[in-house]
């Protein structure tokens, strides 16, 4: 398969119904094996350019390798996490989502795939909380003397941030969802 060329990023943001959902389905190795047709819709790319890739084919550079790594290594460990993602669209278009992932399990229980919904975000929460976040992370990512340091950098101050509040990654999100 051809690699996928990225479009340089346009400022320009795509939304969705909120009453819609996209809906993705990854293997083990996080290759795409289904999507439905809202993701396909936002991400730009047909479903034949699409199943088969590594689902990170929609990753916006914006996005904190330290959230990446916390929602690896949750479903990983057969947890489900709650996360508010931007993702990028094949033309340079971005997309924020409120996702929901969760691994997928065989009829013995062993994980075999991964499962994420998402919604539509809530607007005050992006831009009050979300955003001054993942934009702290990045720049503490950044500033590392390599992209090693930056991860345990930032998953450190995230990992002190919720200690801080005493919650878990999900709990951090929902409140908050319910502030």
């Not at 190795?29 to 590594?54: D, H, M, P, S, W």
Request: aromatic content about 10%.
């Amino acid at each position: 398969m051809a690699t996928m060329v990225k479009a340089p990023l346009t400022g320009v943001e795509r939304t969705f119904d909120p009453n819609e959902l996209i809906v993705s389905k990854t293997d083990l190795t996080g290759k795409i094996v289904y999507g439905n047709r809202l993701f396909f819709q936002l991400a730009g790319y047909t479903e034949q350019e699409c199943l088969g890739k590594q689902h990170n084919v929609v990753r916006h550079p914006d996005m904190p390798r330290a959230v990446f790594d916390l929602l690896w290594e949750t479903i990983k460990a057969g947890r489900e996490i709650f996360a508010y993602v931007v993702n990028r669209s094949s033309n340079g278009d971005h997309y924020w989502v409120f996702a929901h992932i969760t691994p997928s399990l065989s009829s013995d229980g062993a994980i075999n795939g991964y499962h994420s919904n998402r919604r539509t975000v809530n607007r005050s929460v992006l831009e009050q909380h979300i955003i001054p976040l993942y934009r702290k992370l990045r720049e503490i990512e950044a500033s590392a003397d390599s992209p090693k340091a930056g991860l345990a950098n930032s998953r450190k101050f995230l990992t002190d941030l919720l200690a801080e509040k005493g919650q878990s990654f999900n709990q951090f999100m929902f409140s908050l969802e319910q502030a």
